[in-house]
């Protein structure tokens, strides 16, 4: 396995559903995000971890929770979701920080 | 001052032509402005990126003018392909307190290039 590898790539769950979507990455990076990519509007940053500390929370609702157990992996914790949730979650890492950010695949959330 | 707005949303090349994106941002303090280059079904990838402190990078077919006065910069693919069909992605960052930067991303444009 290489670069940065997320599971699952497509989810489907209900509004009273708990699922996680999970994220590693291979790069030994010190740096992971949680972006949303909705269509026709820009990547959303939602959450920045630093050496498995959270640096930024971007106003994110509570029912998504991020949890960074150690450097190498990310999970984003999803609970009563909206249909407006519904959209590609990205994972991302960098080395310290920094400015280049190397994305994964995507899970392709589907709220109903 | 946070917005990257991306222009066109959508273009159409023909094969062998320029493909030209273009990107305007308020803040002045933005200091590292990069493309990403996105596939369906993937996630974006860095394709070519700038710092203020010059007007143009090239990197093979892909080019980045930025001007800085005008607070613009753009893509410029040479010699379109098809397979260079995409959505594009120009973002800018700055360093922020807690000694990180923070990538804000303009809204895309989907290229596609005809045979």
């Known amino acids: 396995e290489t670069g940065v590898t997320q599971t699952p790539r497509h989810l489907v769950m209900g509004m009273t559903n708990k699922k996680s979507l999970k994220c590693e990455q291979h790069?030994?990076?010190?740096?992971m995000y949680w972006y949303k990519q909705s269509a026709k509007k820009p990547l959303e940053l939602m959450f920045v971890y630093s050496l498995e500390e959270r640096v930024e929370n971007n106003s994110v609702p509570s029912r998504f929770s991020p949890e960074c157990p150690n450097s190498s992996h990310l999970f984003l914790h999803l609970h009563t979701l909206q249909p407006e949730d519904s959209a590609l979650y990205l994972c991302?890492?960098?080395?310290?920080?920094?400015?280049?950010?190397?994305f994964g695949q995507g899970t392709r959330l589907t709220v109903v | 001052q946070q917005q990257v707005k991306q222009s066109p949303q959508s273009l159409i090349v023909q094969k062998g032509g320029i493909s030209i994106i273009n990107c305007a941002y308020e803040?002045?303090?933005?200091?590292?402005f990069p493309w990403y280059q996105q596939f369906p079904g993937k996630g974006p990838a860095l394709l070519i990126a700038?710092?203020?402190?010059?007007s143009e990078k090239k990197e093979g077919r892909f080019t980045i003018s930025f001007n800085k006065s005008a607070k613009q910069f753009s893509l410029h693919i040479m010699d379109s392909q098809p397979g260079d069909s995409a959505t594009y992605f120009c973002a800018a960052s700055r360093p922020f307190s807690g000694g990180y930067n923070k990538l804000i991303f303009g809204a895309g444009t989907r290229l596609a290039v005809h045979p």
């Open positions: 803040n002045t303090a933005f200091d590292y």
């Open positions: 790069l030994g990076h010190n740096a």
């Open positions: 700038i710092r203020p402190d010059v």
């Open positions: 991302a890492s960098s080395q310290d920080l920094a400015t280049e950010a190397f």
